[in-house]
């Protein structure tokens, strides 16, 4: 609080609260754009994800259509043709029928569905599905058959960033099977060997394998590998992204 000092004359004592008015004014139109951290929920604490620009670029995956359930899920990231989205190898066995509802909540898909026109997986995850290569990238079209329009237009795309220390924070947004809207948790990891990262949050049960792991906003994982990404809902896991997985997401980004 600004206090008057006893010494101030009756003139300058009058501009003090036209001056906390402007101030006031200030800190308003500086605070429209800053998250509020008091909101951000503790570390290994899962909640609902706010419809924001984060949560709109992850997206269920579907089996045909909305009509046919979602059982795993994927974020876009940024590619030259802006149609490249990131999810586990182990939810893209069948690609010809998997639609993508990026933003996807309470049954509705505000930013459309779209259908993969490319996979890339490593060889290991092929040929043996080794859980250190359960990562894969994809392109995506509109599934109503047009392909004008390119999905990181629409919500934008994660930039992704490998190489990432061991203890690295991550925030992880997922779609269970049970639930209609996203969920989200942050908390630590560790490395459960040079391959294999773990992170302890509750309830991400199946559905959110293929989420995008985050680290300040960069995709640096999605959750599998290990286990196929947890056998309990409250311990996940995600293959480290090495080169390999980089240059998939080359590959991807080339082939749009």
Request: hydrophobic share 40%; net charge negative.
């Amino acid at each position: 609080m600004l206090t008057q000092p006893r010494a101030l004359g009756r003139a300058r004592a009058r501009r003090v609260p036209r001056l906390l008015a402007a101030l006031v004014a200030m800190a308003a139109l500086l605070s429209v754009d800053v998250p509020d951290a008091a909101a951000e929920p503790p570390l290994g604490v899962t909640v609902r994800a706010a419809p924001d620009a984060a949560a709109d670029r992850v997206g269920a995956l579907f089996a045909g259509g909305l009509d046919g359930g979602h059982f795993c899920t994927a974020a876009v990231v940024r590619s030259d043709d802006r149609d490249v989205i990131a999810t586990a190898a182990h939810c893209l066995d069948d690609p010809d029928t998997t639609v993508f509802a990026p933003g996807y909540r309470d049954g509705e898909a505000p930013y459309g569905t779209w259908r993969i026109t490319g996979v890339h997986m490593a060889p290991g995850w092929t040929d043996g599905e080794n859980p250190d290569d359960d990562i894969a990238f994809a392109t995506v079209a509109p599934a109503d058959g047009g392909d004008a329009e390119r999905v990181e237009d629409l919500v934008g795309g994660f930039p992704v960033a490998a190489d990432q220390p061991a203890d690295a924070t991550v925030s992880v947004i997922g779609y269970p099977r049970s639930e209609e809207t996203p969920l989200h948790c942050t908390n630590t990891t560790a490395l459960i060997s040079p391959t294999q990262r773990r992170i302890a949050c509750p309830d991400l049960s199946g559905g959110t394998s293929g989420s995008p792991w985050l680290v300040d906003g960069a995709l640096a994982g999605v959750l599998g590998g290990h286990e196929g990404g947890g056998t309990v809902p409250e311990i996940s896991y995600s293959a480290v992204m090495g080169d390999q997985a980089v240059e998939l997401y080359r590959e991807a980004s080339d082939a749009g």
